[in-house]
């Protein structure tokens, strides 16, 4: 639980890192020390921790260069010690354990790819009906086959806006398996975020207007911050977040989104005074489809796909909340080599 905590929002190259410094401190010690020093546990830690929080690939890197490191500092300890035979045994017994752990993690990989094909193969399938039907709702509603009397036109349209949550639905979901399984191909270029983020409050101002709350923008005194980034990706994770932080907000509430460089990234932070968000549901908010109530319309995807879309280009995103007094999601972005420019 602790643990969930203290590395939640961490980006995967860091937790690689991390791992990686592990097993070579593991290693000097078992250098320093001897084989003796060291059990099959002391690297599986490392192992177990970068899977659980960077995913299998990153875990096989590590089994494969626990492996190396383990083996390496009992030879350098003891440069004879591998011409005797019962330490040679040893020695492969060791390879032996790291390979079968890679062997689990590919093919856990494997089934874990062929289940997102499949399902991302059905929802695919689903998509062409659900917009054909669409395409023959807006037909009925706009009168293309004749006159509707008022409750077949309601009916049309409930229809119509069923069929395009369905459609929203099937998109996210797709989009959330591209991503899952890396073949997601962002579109970046170099843009200013800072008129970006001004456009979508002005968009969603009249929202936040109509539940009675206010929506400010922090930012530096300068006349852009540019960052290399996907236009769209990033447009959905912006108006994700500030919609969310509208959506969850009650009556007179204030949300502000707040700008600020660091030294090689843009800090995007959007705060709320809303409800906030318990501990209990924290944990879970980023996994596709979690919702913590019905109460609004949603899928439980967005923060999943915005997320996503964060870590794809480098960044992280992370949530921190209050119940009872509100929540800031925080996300960063590396700045373009132009970075900030002074008004
Ligand atoms: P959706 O809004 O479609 O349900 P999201 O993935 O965007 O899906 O959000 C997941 C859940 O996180 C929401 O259902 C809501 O319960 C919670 N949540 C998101 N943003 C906030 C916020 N600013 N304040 C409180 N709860 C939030």
Known sequence: MMINEMFRGKSRSFIVELGLLLVIIIGIFDYLLGPDFSSLIAYFIPIIFVTRFAGRTAGIILSVTSATTWILAEILYNPDYIFFPVHFWNLLEKLGIFLIVVFILQKLAKIEDEKNNLLSMIAHDMKNPALVAKGFSERLIKGKVGSLTKRQEEYARLINHELSRLERLIIDFLDISKFQSRKFKLNSIPFDILSKIKNHIELLRIEAENKNISLHLECPEVSMIQVHADVTQIDRVISNLV????????????????????????????????????????????KPFYRVTNDHSGSGLGLSIAQSIIEAHGGRLWVESKPGHGTTFSFTLPLSHTGLSKI
Do not use: C, M, P
């Open 243 to 286: 919609g969310n932080a509208i959506n969850y907000s009650s009556t007179g509430g204030n949300v502000t989104v707040k700008l600020s460089a660091q030294k090689r990234a843009v800090l995007v932070q959007v705060h709320d005074t809303g409800k906030g968000i318990s501990k209990e549901h924290i944990q879970h908010i980023f």
